[in-house]
């Protein structure tokens, strides 16, 4: 393995977010081109989501910090949540709110969704996250940055966070990899489990999407809670 060109935080941050942010980028650009209707059909979901939190008394802020429409579209195209806050505590006014406006939104946009048939290549990543990808420009200005300053620091140096890349990066399903939610499922001995958590696994992926897929199985598993269905 040749060694890093500088060896600190923010350099191997930003070379670990730069890694994880291009096939998103890559795919988004090619969707626009192979399946510009689909992706434009997308769009304007992608705008009406929008509009109807709004509907719902919900302020523009408060649909980006609560990640109001990555939720809706995770829900409508896996019927789970995918996105992943720290330590999210919401009042249970607005808790209540937002479920109602899952369940509302959901079936509202649910048939059309479901008529979404994206190129393998791009199914595993999220709606959500295709939909918004990076600001290029910008990205590439913050790298820019980055590169002026990233030679001062050494491995033990304490870096300010302003430094620091935050780039959207895309949480990926795994095309072939199934995680859902069902109320009885009986094992091979013959005993039942209810409300369990189900893995479906193929045998034809490499070693490294196994450990990705589980890793998120057990995300899926530690945060589990009842369905929320359309």
Known sequence: ???????????????????RVLPLEYAIRAMKVSVPVIYQAMVSIDQSINECWRQKNFKDEEI???ELKDMTWDMLQTGKIHTRPVNTVYPKDVYDDIIQGLIEIGNEFKDEVRSIHLPSKVNMFRYSDLMDGNDIPRMIV??????????????ESTIPLKYFPNFRIPVLLFDGCIISDVETIQSG?????????????????KLVNFKEMLNQF?????????????
Do not use: H
Request: aromatic content about 12%; some cysteine.
């Open 218 to 230: 057990f995300w899926t598993y530690s945060t589990s809670s009842p369905p929320i269905l359309f």
């Open 64 to 66: 980006i910090g609560n």
């Open 189 to 205: 001995d013959g005993r039942k489990f209810d409300n369990a958590v189900m893995l479906v696994l193929p045998i034809d992926k």
């Open 1 to 19: 393995m040749a060694k890093p060109a500088y060896e600190n935080d923010l350099y191997t941050t930003t070379l670990c977010q730069i890694n």
């Open 142 to 155: 913050k790298v820019n940055q980055i590169c002026s300053i990233v030679k001062d620091y050494d491995k």
